[in-house]
T-cell receptor
Framework: GAVVSQHPSWVICKSGTSVKIECRSL??????MFWYRQFPKQSLMLMAT?????????EQGVEKDKFLINHASLTLSTLTVTSAHPEDSSFYICSARDLAGYLSSYEQYFGPGTRLTVT | AQSVTQLDSHVSVSEGTPVLLRCNYS??????LFWYVQHPNKGLQLLLK??????LVKGINGFEAEFKKSETSFHLTKPSAHMSDAAEYFCVVSESSSASKIIFGSGTRLSIRP
């Protein structure tokens, strides 16, 4: 149980184009999903917290107009990198918290990640 | 505020010898603590978690960790390293008092020598 998928697993796009990454909770409902970015040999950096049916909360320094997050249902959140540039190349990882997370261990279930390369 | 410090950026051990990956945390409330492993170009896999139950937590692949409140530590250990243990390990803290974000440590790269 508690499986999170991401699609695509890797994507290459040209500079100036937009890319959408999907994050799905397959066997549970997630009121909250998180988007992380990871540069090579570094830790995960939280970009934003996505709550179903409301606007995402972005961390300081993350451009909300560049990284559009939509959490339209309890099982799906999307991250769209708009007007991508080579410096946006990174490993993007999502996670989801179970609907019962408020009473549990606040464990987050992580997706396998999406490798984005902007040429 | 919460924070987590992984004391070693890189640990190298010989196959068959014990592994110790160190983690110290800071939290205003009762924390939940986790260890995740990440193999190259892969996502995160949960090794084990502490959620205010038993202080000695056993995880997958022979790993275990002990929550020591007096030392604010949650070190990860394994009696005998295997080549497949080579990976990046992250210590993570979450405050149980609020349904908010979690904090990642900077990671420890574990190398295994034949």
């Amino acid at each position: 149980g508690a499986v999170v998928s991401q699609h695509p697993s890797w994507v290459i796009c040209k500079s100036g184009t937009s890319v959408k990454i999907e994050c799905r909770s397959l066997d549970f409902q997630a009121t909250t999903m998180f988007w992380y970015r990871q540069f090579p040999k570094q830790s995960l950096m939280l970009m934003a917290t996505s709550n179903e049916g409301s606007k995402a909360t972005y961390e300081q320094g993350v451009e909300k107009d560049k990284f559009l997050i939509n959490h339209a249902s309890l099982t799906l959140s999307t991250l769209t990198v708009t007007s991508a540039h080579p410096e946006d190349s990174s490993f993007y990882i999502c996670s989801a918290r179970d609907l019962a997370g408020y009473l549990s261990s606040y464990e987050q279930y992580f997706g396998p990640g999406t490798r984005l390369t902007v040429t | 505020a919460q924070s987590v410090t992984q004391l070693d950026s890189h640990v190298s051990v010989s196959e068959g010898t014990p592994v110790l990956l160190r983690c110290n945390y800071s939290s205003s409330y009762s924390p939940s603590l986790f260890w995740y492993v990440q193999h190259p170009n892969k996502g995160l896999q949960l090794l084990l978690k502490y959620t205010s139950a038993a202080t000695l937590v056993k995880g997958i692949n022979g790993f275990e960790a002990e929550f020591k409140k007096s030392e604010t530590s949650f070190h990860l250990t394994k009696p005998s390293a295997h080549m497949s243990d080579a990976a990046e390990y992250f210590c993570v803290v979450s405050e149980s008092s609020s349904a908010s974000k979690i904090i990642f440590g900077s990671g420890t790269r574990l190398s295994i020598r034949p």
